[in-house]
T-cell receptor
Framework: DAMVIQNPRYQVTQFGKPVTLSCSQT?????MYWYQQKSSQAPKLLFH???????NEADTPDNFQSRRPNTSFCFLDIRSPGLGDAAMYLC??????????????FGPGTRLTVT | AQTVTQSQPEMSVQEAETVTLSCTYD???????LFWYKQPPSRQMILVIR????KQQNATENRFSVNFQKAAKSFSLKISDSQLGDTAMYFC????????WGAGTKLIIKP
């Protein structure tokens, strides 16, 4: 089945120690998103890629970076995690069309704990 | 600015009952899409139902249906014959490029 895969599902890192979360998709969608979701809140968009074009949200901290080496893979790098970065990180994809719905398909998420 | 409002932070109903979750939104766009997403305790976000704004007919997916009132900018979700597996956070979202999310409604189905 076509899907969005996130690894690892659980990640524990130390305060200030860089961490990388990965996302892969078999849907062949050209748009990939990274969201941060804290408990019982709506997902907060960090950034997205439209093909290779990177689009950063204005309020995304510089501490968060992303890479998309090819259509299938996208990475979220947190350069110096703080306690406030502990959250669920969701990857999503969509197929962008001129009159498209931009319906997004989500991975299972990576729960990040910062100690 | 586009906004989505879900006024019910939490709801609970008995199994087999019908429940309606409310959502209102604001946009100046004429063409847009509306979605209901479900996020069970396992946290996988799943699309429940979608509605194209240019379609007057309300979308239906099995036990899930919407009441779309474009003039009133209202988009409620009705779940018929509720099941224990419907227990989840439900998010209403508006899209014409990116998703604008509501705050979510926690729905608990009691046995």
């Amino acid at each position: 089945d076509a899907m969005v895969i996130q690894n690892p599902r659980y990640q524990v890192t130390q305060f200030g120690k860089p961490v990388t979360l990965s996302c892969s998709q078999t849907l062949n969608h050209n748009v990939m998103y990274w969201y941060q979701q804290k408990s019982s809140q709506a997902p907060k968009l960090l950034f997205h890629y439209y093909d290779k074009d990177f689009n950063n949200e204005a309020d995304t901290p510089d501490n968060f970076q992303s890479r998309r080496p090819n259509t299938s893979f996208c990475f979220l790098d947190i350069r110096s995690p703080g306690l406030g970065d502990a959250a669920m990180y969701l990857c999503a994809t969509s197929r962008s069309r001129p009159t498209g719905s931009y319906e997004q398909y989500f991975g299972p998420g990576t729960r990040l704990t910062v100690t | 600015a586009q906004t989505v409002t879900q006024s019910q932070p939490e709801m609970s109903v008995q199994e087999a009952e019908t429940v309606t979750l409310s959502c209102t939104y604001d946009t100046s766009e004429n063409n847009y899409y509306l979605f209901w997403y479900k996020q069970p305790p396992s946290r996988q976000m799943i699309l429940v139902i979608r509605q194209e704004a240019y379609k007057q007919q309300n979308a239906t997916e099995n036990r899930f249906s919407v009441n779309f009132q474009k003039a009133a900018k209202s988009f409620s979700l009705k779940i018929s014959d509720s099941q224990l597996g419907d227990t989840a956070m439900y998010f209403c979202a508006l899209s014409n490029y990116q998703l604008i999310w509501g705050a979510g409604t926690k729905l608990i189905i009691k046995p």
